[in-house]
């Protein structure tokens, strides 16, 4: 576990060996901001959704552990930043590796709550029931992919930190979706809040491309593979495996009564998110 991961192990970090770990000064106060800034779009937008009735504390208890090990990760990534700022990578490294197993948790608890949404028939209903069960799944496992190819290159701290932000790219899209007008979205709702999500790391490319003279090429491995989900979350939404998904996931439940690419009604009052 300790030995120095290769570029060539990563698949996400094949360039690395091209351009050798030289952090531009001030990367770590550059990169505690935009994590800063991460951290408060996320807490906005979940807030929001409390604070306008959207979101109700009576939620089953999968959807209280699923808000606590997501909610919990950005307080992970927020540390982890804040701790390699102040130098204290003894507590960055422990923590490291207590992140690790939270990723695994993350990753069960995304699959079980949409699997249960599809399953009761209460996906969002600005959103394809089938295309919600597909992108989500997809977008954990992408952040779990990301986080591994980044823990894997931690040695190599230029690579380590970009890639990090790369997956926390992803996680935005849930809390983006909070401050969206998402049924006004309908039905490019999902790829509205993938489009700002996206449009926020181009700008983070930017401004760190502004600082180093150069674009790091963690970010564009990084951004080739966001790109390479949009397409496969819209392809297998609309083929026939993703219907044959679909149907083995609904099978003896109300879910496998719903349209799998109709979008619902919408609520007669205003939907409360996670109550299924």
């Known amino acids: 576990m300790n030995r120095l991961a290769t570029p060539a192990a990563t698949g996400l970090g094949d360039g690395a060996r091209h351009h050798p770990a030289v952090p531009a000064a001030g990367d770590e106060k550059f990169f505690l901001r935009v994590a800063i800034i991460i951290a408060m779009l996320i807490v906005a937008g979940f807030s929001t959704n409390l604070l306008v009735g959207r979101s109700s504390f009576g939620s089953p208890v999968r959807v209280h552990i699923h808000a606590i090990l997501f909610m919990?990760?950005?307080?992970?990534?927020?540390m982890q930043n804040i701790l390699a700022t102040s130098g204290r990578l003894d507590l960055h490294r422990k923590l490291g590796w207590l992140a690790s197993g939270w990723l695994v948790l993350m990753v069960i608890s995304g699959f079980w709550v949409t699997v249960m949404m599809v399953r009761n028939g209460t996906a969002p209903f600005f959103f394809q029931p089938l295309h919600f069960l597909v992108f989500d799944p997809l977008a954990v496992l992408t952040v779990a992919g990301i986080t591994?190819?980044?823990?894997?290159?931690?040695r190599q701290t230029d690579w380590h930190r970009r890639l990090h932000f790369c997956s926390m790219t992803i996680l935005l899209g849930p809390a983006i979706g909070r401050l969206l007008p998402m049924p006004l979205?309908?039905?490019w709702a999902w790829e509205a809040t993938f489009s700002v999500s996206l449009a926020f790391l181009v700008v983070v490319m930017s401004l760190d491309s502004r600082r180093r003279g150069?674009?790091?090429p963690a970010w564009s491995r990084g951004l080739a593979v966001l790109l390479g989900v949009f397409v496969l979350t819209e392809a297998?939404?609309?083929?026939?495996?993703?219907?044959a998904i679909y149907q083995r996931v609904t099978k003896g439940s109300p879910g496998a009564e719903v349209a799998p690419l109709e979008f619902g009604t919408p609520p007669p009052r205003k939907q409360i998110t996670g109550r299924s």
């Open 72 to 78: 919990g990760w950005m307080v992970i990534f927020l």
């Open 148 to 154: 591994i190819a980044a823990v894997r290159m931690r």
């Open 185 to 187: 979205l309908q039905p």
């Open 214 to 216: 150069s674009l790091h």
């Open 236 to 243: 297998l939404t609309y083929s026939p495996a993703g219907l």
